[in-house]
Nanobody, 124 residues
């Protein structure tokens, strides 16, 4: 069974940065895409970014491209999300996901495995 554990969330002021990490255990996930989603209160879970094996195979939600960067360490079975210039509207629970066959899959149903989420709060 695959387990995903996110870390790195917290409270930050607008304009600040955070780096989220997600460590996978149970089996290697080198052959599938890993992604980040987020869910704000009262809203649906939304896709942010995904990566296949390297930075040359990534896909972003248009509204975060340029501010968020997804990366991956295959050997450590870990995926990261660097978030810069954070805005209050970025406040949400951030989830790591794995299992899609391509980083271009951006739907919740495309991913088999999910972490428990980490809270990100951006104050104005």
């Amino acid at each position: 069974q695959v387990q995903l554990v996110e870390s790195g969330g917290g409270l930050v002021q607008a304009g600040g940065s955070l780096r989220l990490s997600c460590v996978a255990s149970g089996r290697t996930l080198s052959g599938v895409a890993m992604a980040w989603f987020r869910q704000a209160p009262g809203r649906e879970r939304e896709f942010l970014a995904a990566i296949y094996r390297s930075a040359t195979s990534t896909y972003y939600k248009e509204s975060v491209q340029g501010r968020f960067t997804v990366s991956r360490d295959i050997d450590k079975n870990t995926v990261y999300l660097q978030m810069n210039n954070l805005k209050p509207e970025d406040t949400a629970v951030y989830y790591c996901a794995a299992g899609a066959l391509s980083p271009y899959y951006a739907d919740v149903s495309d991913y088999n495995f999910w972490g428990q989420g980490t809270q990100v709060t951006v104050s104005s």
